[in-house]
């Protein structure tokens, strides 16, 4: 599972990343899925309602011909699907890149993982294990400001942006 998409573009995914985790995965036999939040696909499972497909969830539509054609300057490596995996409001975009039919590994995560509010509960844990609790921001400060790194903070969108151009960072 990973958190995001099998797109890779310019500076977030690289390509030559997406590529080598995809050709670890395969001699392997893994599949990989990965699953964003937040996607244009959002938009799109409001248009897609359980109503109006008659389908009740899991379900997943294929919607790689949308994400190819609005993604002009990334590659999208496999399928990509709107998915809604339980009942409730959430859709996500999940993208797949898998030797098996997508209903098999599909069929293979509903089974093993829980899902909460529609995702899967291991990217929850994830999600929870990987971010910094107020407590460990205190302590990696102490620790830089001990070895005399210098912090600052921006006060504004507007010095982000244009600071470098004007000569300087203002503290």
Not at 161 to 170: I, Q, V
Request: glycine share 8%; with cysteine; aromatic share 12%.
């Amino acid at each position: 599972l990973i958190d995001g998409s099998l797109s890779a573009g310019p500076l977030d995914n690289p390509l030559w990343l997406v590529s080598r985790i995809l050709e670890k995965a395969r001699p392997r036999g893994n599949d990989v899925l990965a699953f964003s939040k937040t996607s244009i696909l959002q938009f799109w499972g409001t248009i897609f309602t359980d109503e109006r497909l008659g389908a009740r969830p899991p379900y997943l539509i294929d919607m790689t011909w949308l994400i190819e054609s609005i993604e002009m300057r990334v590659k999208v490596l496999g399928k990509t699907y709107l998915a809604k995996l339980s009942p409730g409001l959430n859709t996500f975009r999940m993208d797949a890149s898998t030797g098996r039919r997508i209903e098999e590994v599909l069929g293979s995560l509903l089974k093993s993982d829980p899902l909460i509010y529609g995702y899967p509960e291991l990217l929850i844990l994830a999600h929870d294990y990987c971010t910094f609790t107020k407590s460990d921001v205190i302590a990696i400060q102490s620790l830089f400001k001990r070895l005399g790194t210098e912090f600052f903070k921006f006060s504004s969108i507007r010095d982000i942006l244009f600071n470098p151009l004007d000569g300087g960072w203002r503290r």
